[in-house]
Nanobody, 123 residues
Framework: VQLQASGGGLVQPGGSLRLSCAVS????????LGWFRQAPGKDREWVSC??????????YYSDFVKGRFTISRDDAKNTVYLQMNSVKTEDTAIYYC???????????????WGHGTLVTVSS
């Protein structure tokens, strides 16, 4: 199983960025897909999650990204995305994608993890 996150980089405050996570080795019909992040000197925190269509297909967001970030998944391409709009300096972090055989959760107990991609928000 591999999860490969990409799309990170330097973006100005107020700008946009789209992260991608390519998943291999899993049947995504049965997995929730989530994004977490870890800022320098802080604990890892949950950002967003999308349930599989075999569950409710629902999407969920932490309060600090709700209305700015959008998660989506393309199971045919085995990929999950995180569209980041109106980014703020406090969004600077390493972003990790994760997969879990259950339903969405904001606990970092997912079954599989990618290595992360760095997002830096700075002018």
């Amino acid at each position: 199983v591999q999860l490969q996150a990409s799309g990170g980089g330097l973006v100005q405050p107020g700008g946009s960025l789209r992260l991608s996570c390519a998943v291999s080795g899993l049947n995504l019909n049965y997995y929730a897909l989530g994004w977490f992040r870890q800022a320098p000197g802080k604990d890892r925190e949950w950002v967003s999650c999308a349930n599989s269509d075999s569950n409710d297909g629902g999407t969920y967001y932490s309060d600090f990204v709700k209305g700015r970030f959008t998660i989506s998944r393309d199971d045919a391409k085995n990929t999950v995305y995180l569209q980041m709009n109106s980014v703020k300096t406090e969004d600077t972090a390493i972003y990790y994608c994760a997969a879990d055989s259950g339903v969405c959760s904001n606990y970092d107990l997912y079954d599989y993890w990618g290595h992360g991609t760095l997002v830096t928000v700075s002018s």
